[in-house]
């Protein structure tokens, strides 16, 4: 790709990870009540010989004893189990089936696109026995296609990283939407998700401005990046601008966007920056 590996090669793909604390703290005062009671009653002497007789009765306090307060009830919340824990769904119209390390134990787990009432979903099945699912509603069709990405493409790892999978939706002619899949840290397969926004979706579109996806490998890592291209007048110069991608887990990880280029005009701007470019999956436009 023209200027892709010297821009990537500068750019620093920082992964920073937030630790986010939450506290909840209440405090319960028990308040100490009392009441006096002093009824004092004075009976005046009388008017006979009789001694003078006075009745006092002594002051009487009563404390409430302090309020208490229950300890909280033991938490009786499960930890749930993936979604799609029993498999695939009766009455699902099964599409393409992967086979491929995607947990990273060098073990093939077995990947299966399919529709169950009219929503597109991806299950996996782990060599080790797990089953979980996910529904990927992109696209305006009931079915996306899937494919394995080696996103995490490292040269000369030890352990291989697994692979993560890669759906695309169909929308109008010469456009389609993606996502990526990999597992959460209990082994769920789950789409990727833009922290606090949502799926994460790419774009693939060969209509003006152009966008889509290129992968590129470089010192040792392949970086892929999601691409724009446009035209300020026909038959103009074309501004390329380009952001790298990465993840951790199922979050996505957006580096800011590269500084932009320019490029001439001709068949090329398409093809680089308007589909897939260089990654595992072919391009849905050639």
């Not at 892709?4 to 703290?25: E, N, P, Q, T």
């Not at 990273?104 to 399919?114: A, M, P, S």
């Not at 991608?245 to 680089?272: E, R, S, W, Y």
């Amino acid at each position: 790709m023209i200027g892709f590996s010297k821009r990537l090669a500068l750019s620093v793909v920082a992964i920073s990870g937030l630790m986010v604390s939450c506290s909840d703290s209440q405090s319960v005062g028990s308040g100490e009540t009392s009441s006096t009671v002093d009824p004092v009653t004075t009976i005046p002497a009388a008017t006979t010989t009789t001694a003078a007789v006075t009745t006092s009765s002594a002051e009487v306090t009563t404390t409430a004893p302090p309020a208490t307060v229950a300890p909280p009830a033991p938490s009786t919340t499960a930890v749930s189990a993936c979604d799609g824990a029993d498999g695939i769904a009766p009455g699902a119209t099964i599409g393409s089936v992967l086979r491929g390390d995607i947990d990273g134990d060098l073990l093939d787990d077995t990947v299966t696109e399919y529709s169950l009432d009219n929503v597109p979903h991806v299950h996996a099945f782990l060599a080790t026995g797990g089953h979980s699912d996910a529904e990927v509603p992109i696209g305006s069709a009931e079915r996306v296609s899937i494919s394995f990405e080696d996103f995490d493409y490292a040269l000369g790892a030890s352990i291989k990283p697994p692979l993560a999978v890669l759906a695309v939706g169909p929308t109008k002619a010469g456009t389609a939407q993606f996502t990526f899949l990999t597992l959460t840290p209990q082994s769920c397969i789950r789409p990727w998700q833009i922290d606090g926004a949502g799926m994460f979706v790419g774009r693939i579109s060969t209509d003006g401005p152009y966008e889509g996806m290129s992968c590129e490998i470089a010192a040792g890592n392949r970086y892929y990046a999601l691409n724009s291209a446009e035209q300020a007048v026909p038959g103009g110069d074309w501004t390329i601008t380009q952001t790298v991608i990465n993840h951790n887990f199922t979050t996505v990880l957006l580096d800011p966007p590269l500084p932009a280029m320019t490029m001439p005009d001709g068949p090329d701007v398409q093809t680089m920056y308007g589909d897939f470019y260089g990654c595992d999956t072919p391009a849905m436009f050639p």
